[in-house]
């Protein structure tokens, strides 16, 4: 069975590193069937979560902001993978990935028990920094929020030792995005 992926692009760079480890793990995903959309984010009007808690009573825009998060919800409630696409930011995710992500709790509010979607979930990143240290809190936090969502975890890509936008490209990180991408589908 062909996947359904969703790719949040939290990189402020439309052609930079990040862009790329998305274009290449794109390749692979519809290389073998699977279909994709991403959304960048830094594009969209997306407001912080209210934490109001009162979101989960309209299936089709299931958060009471109305912005670009109704652009999202669909193609996220459809998805079976969620790739969290991001240059490391002091070592986490952009805001702009972090906010989204907080806002898709709206869809948790459907269920009456507040079961968030099973889902897959891949992790695909640029990073100035190298190295076991430096990727260590980023990769603590992904494996744990999959741990606290129940959520699968497909594979991560930490590209590290790149800053300047485009830097990236031509080497194996890029490769390894396009594998990770065929392998999920």
Not at 26 to 35: A, C, F, I, M
Not at 43 to 59: A, W
Not at 105 to 132: C, I, N, Q
Not at 157 to 181: H, K, V
Request: overall charge neutral; aromatic content about 10%.
């Amino acid at each position: 069975m062909s996947k359904k992926v969703m790719v949040l692009n939290g990189s402020p760079r439309i052609n930079g590193n990040t862009s790329g480890l998305i274009c290449e793990f794109t390749r692979g995903v519809e290389q073998v069937g699977g279909s994709v959309k991403r959304f960048d984010l830094d594009r969209m009007k997306i407001h912080g979560c209210k934490g109001c808690l009162t979101g989960g009573r309209n299936r089709e825009n299931p958060c009471v902001q109305k912005d670009d998060m109704t652009l999202i919800y669909p193609a996220y409630c459809e998805a079976d993978v969620v790739v969290f696409a991001s240059p490391m930011y002091y070592w986490g995710f952009s805001g702009q990935l972090k906010c989204t992500l907080d806002r898709l709790f709206a869809v948790t509010e459907l269920d009456p028990e507040w079961r968030t979607p099973h889902k897959g979930a891949v992790l695909l990143m640029a990073a100035e920094g190298t190295g076991r240290e430096n990727d260590a809190p980023v990769l603590n936090y992904y494996k744990s929020l999959l741990g606290f969502l129940g959520w699968d975890d497909f594979g991560a890509i930490i590209a590290g030792g790149f800053l300047n936008a485009g830097a990236i490209s031509g080497s194996p990180f890029m490769q390894e995005a396009f594998e990770l991408g065929k392998s999920i589908c």
